[in-house]
Structure formats: C-alpha cells, structure tokens
C-alpha cells in the first residue's frame, strides 16, 4: 500500500524529465516545510520532493539531498558554507543596486538577512534575463565559494554570490542567503531527511518490492538509511548505492569505511553506583576513567596516512599533529590499518598529570607546527572499532579491548590506555571513582563487556553508563542548553544580558522548549563575551519551532546558535516553562531551579542540546531518588 502523495511541491513548478531540476522547486518545499509544524507532515514533503527528482532527473538527487541537508560535502571533507555577514551584505547591494548602508539599517529591522534579500528586487535593468537557477548551478557555485582561498577570495566569494542573487527569483533569495549561513531554519533536522530518502526509495520502480520479511516498508526504509547513515556519513556513497540497488540492498552496500568517521557512541548518565548495580545486575562490566578532553576518533590507513575526527566528524588532523606522530610511532609493526576511538587530553609530562579541558581548549585550532606545540596531549585510548581491514563494530568490548591492548605500545604522556577495573562492589567502585577524580578525571564510564556490548555509533547507549561525582550533589548530570533569548542587564550588568532564557530541543516535534532563566555562574568577562556573540544573533520575533510560555517575555529572542553546559539543584515541574511538556505532565514542562552556567560547548551544534526526553529521564530519576534518600537539600 503506498501513501497518497500530499504537500507536492511539483504541482507548483514544472520541468521536463531528465532536464535540471529547478531551484525554485527546493525553495517552494522549503517554504512548505516551515509553515509546517508536524514531523510526519514535514517527513512527508521532502519524500515527496526527493521521489520527484528520482522519477525525473535522479542525476540531481545528490545535490538535492546535500542543499536539504544545508551542507556541500560530507563533513569530514571540510568543505563548508558559513560565509559571514560582511560578503554577502556587499554582494547583496551590488546585485540590488542598493548601498550597503541601506542593507545594513534593514537587517536590523529584519534580523535576517536572508529576509532582506528576498524583500530587495534588483534595481539593476537587465539587458538579457539570466537563465532561471537550477539547483546544480547553485550547488556547483557554493562549492565555488566554499574553496575560494588566498588573495581576493572574498572579492571572488562575493560575485560568485552575487552572480546567484541576480539570477534569483522569488523566495529563492532567501534560501541562497541562508544556505550560505547555514542557517537554513525552518525547522526540521538531517533524520527526517534521512527518514524521507528512505521513504522515497521505496517508490522507485526497479526496486520497490520489498523481502518477505519486511512488514512496514516506510518505516523500515527510514530505519535503514538512518542507520546506514550512522557508519558512514556520506550522501554521495549512499545515493548512488539507492539508485543503483535500492534501499533494501543499502546495508551491503554502504558499510563502514576508513576515511569516513562514524558518529561516536555516547553515554547516558546515571546518578550513583546502586542504580548502576541495578541497571547491570546480571550482566558483566568494567568501569572506566571518564577523561575531561576533547573526543577523538584516529583513522590510520593502509597507505600510512593518519586523519583525526572531532566528535562531530570535522577533520582535526592539522590541530593534532603531535598525536598523528605518537600513534604512528606506537602502533605495533603488525597494525596495517586501525580507527580508534579516544580521548585527549592536556597533559603536563613533567609533573605527570592530566591538566583540565580548559586548557586543551587554548590550543591552536588549524595547521599546527609540532615545534610551536605549548599545550602536551596525551590520548587515552578506549575502543578500537577497525583493525587491519576487519571492522570491529559488531564484537563485544572485550575483545574489542583485546585487540585494543594487542595493537599499540603504551608510553607515559603520550599514549595510554583508559585505566579501568573491573569490580561489582560498590565499595571497590565508589574508591575507583574517588581515584579517577583524584587523577583529575570527571568520573567514571560505566561499559558492558560481553552481552549488549557492540559498539553503537551515534547513539546514546544504556550500555554505557556515566557517573560522576557531582551527580550526588546536583541533579544527575549537567545539561546542554540553548540560550534562546533574553532580558537585558540593570545597574552593574547595564550595557549587558542580565539574564537568558534556555531552551532545551525536542526531537519529536523539531523544536526548542524553554527550560529556565539564567543569570548565575558567569564570570564578568564571559557575560561580556556571551552578550557580544548573542547580540548578533537577535532576531526580531521569536522561531516558529520556539515553544515557551505564554508569560514568558524576555527582552530579545535569539537564533539558535550555541550551546552552554549547565548545572542546577533541581528540577521541577512548572506551568511557566515548556520542556518535555506531555513526557511527563500533560499541560506542564519541566524547568531548573538554580540553574549556573559551567561553560559554553562550542563543539555542540543546537540540534545537539540535551534533548526533552533527556530532560523528562532525569526529572524521573531525581523523582526516584528524592523518594528514597528524603532529601531536602537545597542549593544556593
Ligand atoms: P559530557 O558533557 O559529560 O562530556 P557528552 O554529551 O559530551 O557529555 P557523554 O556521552 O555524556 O558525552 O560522555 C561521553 C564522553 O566522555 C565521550 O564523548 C568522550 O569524549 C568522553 N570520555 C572520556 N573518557 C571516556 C571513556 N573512557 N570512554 C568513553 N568516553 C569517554
């Protein structure tokens, strides 16, 4: 049974089969997709929108699927967009015969540029009109633009911009403008693209009959492609295996890849070494320094060549150049190939011990010399997940561990592996845990061995289990906001915020939901730097995908655009605020009390902040745990 097409964006623009897709027709669904507010609904427009182009011109699937993404390449290609305000302001008034000055007074009535453009008709007469864009123009052109480099790029980058604006055509502006800013913001995330490219390759005619044993064929398509998505992020990879054998065949097509980072298994948080008792009563497991760092993922191929993925998958190879030198030097002569997965961390060699994530962070970001290296790392090791052409991802840790101890020399400040014990005490893991903050760690991670012990890349594990000291004291582990507006500051905090609304992200409904106000925790300078980078984030109103209380009224409202680490005492239901609203009460969200700012995540996009179902677990846990220790502690 196949679903009734709706919200076609076909039935508004029209091309010839095989013939470039218009870029009209993207921007129509885009449009499409932010005056929606429904996942399903949005899912279903952008199925519809990529069947089209596979029934018509499968050769602009790529493409498509990049721009709906808001990216040009995978992103451990470094390829990127994110072009400032500056280039297109002056690209914009060229191709509008405006000043800039003029630009400039309406993009702070607007707070968007992209708005500007597309209210801006180009003054300029036209002796021939340009041919309509088609998305492989503009797809072609940002790849110009993302590799112009040296002497006049950004001359170069503006006509290049310029040279789409002045073909562009009704709400095309607009989204020329905010793909460059990646700031496409209508509201949707990459997994209802993934979910919608699943979908629509069920339509295609050669291989649309699915195996017997599949029962919901939508929905098992959207499953596969997130999940092939998930051990290799690469559109180009993944399209061409759709067209040519179908989403059914996609898992034996598409498997995990040196070169090609996979999304890094992630934890979930627990509040103390009984519930971990608990929680792996039967089943075997081993704990783990919790190292305050920066997550790594090492690639070394088989022709020598060593590339480093952040946690998510940017390259940060030419910011480590030391470790691509430790690992080469201290993998074992019988290691061809490996991609291990790690933390590093600053390292003081003289003193020998682990200095903090702060620290790390002042290293240079891009083309590091090794003899300008001031900040030492060390890489702990914790998983190996390929070893001489064989991917591990499918073994359990221990042999994973196995082949992690077999393959690499451990060398002091340079290379360790992660300490761990194995114990089911509490008492032998409660001194572990002292132990591993003694040695300037945050805590502890809990890992199965055996049962339930694969390795699963992009996904917040139970099989991983954090814990960490001041889980005892405050609410079960800090949580990644997002400031999404705010109030402004009064006597010594004039001229700055005084307080910020934050918000957590919902992943069902695609949306930000308030969670509480802040005002403490900051050091003057950071409220000072956090003021200045938010300022040019106001937006005049609030997002439609923004959910916050009716009595809710800071100041200014935000874009989205950062995300901060936040610890509070407490969390409580509350009729003014909106997270996990339904997840736990029906009517009321769930809000912080004393929340303080740690630090800010600039490695964390705001799609990546805790999200609502996190928000209502630890509102349960703390619910359970109040019940039994009666505790009536309070902070502040
Ligand atoms: P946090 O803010 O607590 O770091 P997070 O959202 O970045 O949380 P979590 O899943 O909560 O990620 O914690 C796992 C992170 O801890 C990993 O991404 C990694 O960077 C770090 N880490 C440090 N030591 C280990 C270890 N032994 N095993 C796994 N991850 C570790």
């Given at each position: 049974k196949k679903k009734p097409p709706s919200f076609d964006p076909s039935s508004v623009v029209c091309w010839e089969k095989e013939k470039p897709v218009p870029f009209l027709f993207l921007c129509l669904a885009f449009d499409m997709i932010n005056e929606e507010s429904g996942r399903i609904v949005k899912t279903d427009i952008v199925c519809n929108l990529l069947r089209t182009v596979i029934y018509t011109t499968p050769e602009d699937l790529v493409p498509v699927v990049y721009l709906s993404a808001n990216r040009i390449a995978p992103a451990h290609e470094g390829l990127e967009l994110g072009i400032g305000d500056a280039s297109i302001i002056k690209a914009l008034a060229e191709a509008c015969g405006r000043t800039e000055q003029q630009i400039r007074i309406q993009y702070k009535e607007k707070g968007d540029l992209g708005l500007v453009a597309k209210a801006s008709r180009s003054s300029q007469s036209m002796m021939r009109k340009p041919e309509p864009l088609t998305i492989r123009k503009v797809f072609k052109t940002f790849h110009l633009i993302a590799k112009e480099s040296g002497k006049d790029s950004q001359e170069k980058k503006k006509n290049h911009i310029k040279s789409l604006l002045v073909a562009a055509t009704d709400c095309e502006p607009l989204y020329i403008i905010r793909l460059l800013q990646t700031?496409?913001?209508?509201?949707?995330?990459e997994q209802t693209l993934l979910a919608a490219l699943g979908q629509a390759a069920v339509y295609t005619e050669e291989h649309s009959k699915p195996p017997p044993e599949i029962k919901s064929p939508f929905e098992e398509a959207a499953q596969i492609v997130k999940k092939v998505y998930s051990v290799l992020p690469d559109y180009d990879k993944i399209v061409a295996a759709l067209l040519t054998d179908g989403v059914w065949e996609l898992p034996k097509k598409c498997d995990f890849t040196p070169g090609v980072p996979v999304g890094p298994m992630l934890s979930k948080a627990t509040k103390g070494v009984s519930e971990i008792l608990n929680k792996f009563q039967d089943v075997e497991f081993t704990c783990e320094y919790k190292y305050d760092g920066e997550r790594a993922q090492i690639h070394y191929l088989e022709n020598g060549s060593v590339e480093i993925y952040s946690?998510?998958?940017?390259?940060?190879t030419g910011k480590f150049p030391d470790v691509v030198a430790a690992v080469s030097r201290l993998?074992?002569?019988?290691?061809?190939s490996f991609i291990l997965d790690c933390e590093l961390v600053a390292y003081d060699r003289a003193k020998q011990r682990i200095l903090p994530f702060q620290v790390l962070s002042t290293?240079?970001?891009?083309?590091?010399a090794i003899s300008d290296i001031k900040v030492e790392v060390c890489v702990f090791a914790f998983d190996l997940l390929y070893l001489n052409g064989q991917a591990?991802?499918?073994?359990?840790l221990r042999i994973r561990r196995e082949h992690l101890y077999a393959s690499f020399e451990e060398e002091s400040g340079f290379f360790q592996f992660a300490t761990s014990t194995t114990s089911n005490d509490v008492e032998e893991i409660q001194k572990f845990l002292d132990q591993a903050i003694d040695a300037s760690c945050e805590g502890l991670i809990i890992k199965t061995l055996h049962e339930d012990a694969t390795y699963e890349p992009s996904k917040r594990s139970l099989n991983w289990l954090k814990l960490k000291k001041d889980y005892m004291e405050n609410i079960g582990d800090s949580l990644d906001l997002v400031p999404i507006g705010a109030f402004h500051g009064r006597g010594k905090r004039t001229g700055v915020y005084g307080a910020f609304l934050l918000a957590c992200y919902d992943n069902d409904n695609e949306e930000f939901q308030s969670i509480a106000k802040i005002g403490t925790g900051f050091k003057e300078e950071v409220l000072e730097e956090r003021s200045t980078s938010l300022r040019s984030k106001v937006i005049p109103k609030p997002k439609s995908y923004y959910q916050y209380g009716e009595?809710?009224?800071?100041d200014v409202w935000f874009e989205a655009s950062e995300v901060w680490e936040v610890k509070a005492a407490d969390l409580t239901i509350s009729p003014v605020y909106r997270a996990a609203v339904g997840k736990v009460d029906s009517n009321k969200g769930i809000s912080l009390r004393f929340p303080r700012l740690v630090r800010v995540r600039p490695d964390k996009a705001p799609e990546q902040a805790s999200s609502s179902e996190q928000v209502a677990e630890m509102y349960t846990a703390q619910k359970h745990n109040h019940n039994d220790k009666q505790d009536d502690e309070e902070d502040d």
């Amino acid at each position: 049974k196949k679903k009734p097409p709706s919200f076609d964006p076909s039935s508004v623009v029209c091309w010839e089969k095989e013939k470039p897709v218009p870029f009209l027709f993207l921007c129509l669904a885009f449009d499409m997709i932010n005056e929606e507010s429904g996942r399903i609904v949005k899912t279903d427009i952008v199925c519809n929108l990529l069947r089209t182009v596979i029934y018509t011109t499968p050769e602009d699937l790529v493409p498509v699927v990049y721009l709906s993404a808001n990216r040009i390449a995978p992103a451990h290609e470094g390829l990127e967009l994110g072009i400032g305000d500056a280039s297109i302001i002056k690209a914009l008034a060229e191709a509008c015969g405006r000043t800039e000055q003029q630009i400039r007074i309406q993009y702070k009535e607007k707070g968007d540029l992209g708005l500007v453009a597309k209210a801006s008709r180009s003054s300029q007469s036209m002796m021939r009109k340009p041919e309509p864009l088609t998305i492989r123009k503009v797809f072609k052109t940002f790849h110009l633009i993302a590799k112009e480099s040296g002497k006049d790029s950004q001359e170069k980058k503006k006509n290049h911009i310029k040279s789409l604006l002045v073909a562009a055509t009704d709400c095309e502006p607009l989204y020329i403008i905010r793909l460059l800013q990646t700031k496409l913001r209508i509201g949707y995330a990459e997994q209802t693209l993934l979910a919608a490219l699943g979908q629509a390759a069920v339509y295609t005619e050669e291989h649309s009959k699915p195996p017997p044993e599949i029962k919901s064929p939508f929905e098992e398509a959207a499953q596969i492609v997130k999940k092939v998505y998930s051990v290799l992020p690469d559109y180009d990879k993944i399209v061409a295996a759709l067209l040519t054998d179908g989403v059914w065949e996609l898992p034996k097509k598409c498997d995990f890849t040196p070169g090609v980072p996979v999304g890094p298994m992630l934890s979930k948080a627990t509040k103390g070494v009984s519930e971990i008792l608990n929680k792996f009563q039967d089943v075997e497991f081993t704990c783990e320094y919790k190292y305050d760092g920066e997550r790594a993922q090492i690639h070394y191929l088989e022709n020598g060549s060593v590339e480093i993925y952040s946690r998510n998958a940017e390259r940060n190879t030419g910011k480590f150049p030391d470790v691509v030198a430790a690992v080469s030097r201290l993998k074992k002569t019988t290691v061809s190939s490996f991609i291990l997965d790690c933390e590093l961390v600053a390292y003081d060699r003289a003193k020998q011990r682990i200095l903090p994530f702060q620290v790390l962070s002042t290293r240079a970001r891009k083309n590091v010399a090794i003899s300008d290296i001031k900040v030492e790392v060390c890489v702990f090791a914790f998983d190996l997940l390929y070893l001489n052409g064989q991917a591990l991802l499918q073994e359990n840790l221990r042999i994973r561990r196995e082949h992690l101890y077999a393959s690499f020399e451990e060398e002091s400040g340079f290379f360790q592996f992660a300490t761990s014990t194995t114990s089911n005490d509490v008492e032998e893991i409660q001194k572990f845990l002292d132990q591993a903050i003694d040695a300037s760690c945050e805590g502890l991670i809990i890992k199965t061995l055996h049962e339930d012990a694969t390795y699963e890349p992009s996904k917040r594990s139970l099989n991983w289990l954090k814990l960490k000291k001041d889980y005892m004291e405050n609410i079960g582990d800090s949580l990644d906001l997002v400031p999404i507006g705010a109030f402004h500051g009064r006597g010594k905090r004039t001229g700055v915020y005084g307080a910020f609304l934050l918000a957590c992200y919902d992943n069902d409904n695609e949306e930000f939901q308030s969670i509480a106000k802040i005002g403490t925790g900051f050091k003057e300078e950071v409220l000072e730097e956090r003021s200045t980078s938010l300022r040019s984030k106001v937006i005049p109103k609030p997002k439609s995908y923004y959910q916050y209380g009716e009595s809710t009224n800071p100041d200014v409202w935000f874009e989205a655009s950062e995300v901060w680490e936040v610890k509070a005492a407490d969390l409580t239901i509350s009729p003014v605020y909106r997270a996990a609203v339904g997840k736990v009460d029906s009517n009321k969200g769930i809000s912080l009390r004393f929340p303080r700012l740690v630090r800010v995540r600039p490695d964390k996009a705001p799609e990546q902040a805790s999200s609502s179902e996190q928000v209502a677990e630890m509102y349960t846990a703390q619910k359970h745990n109040h019940n039994d220790k009666q505790d009536d502690e309070e902070d502040d």
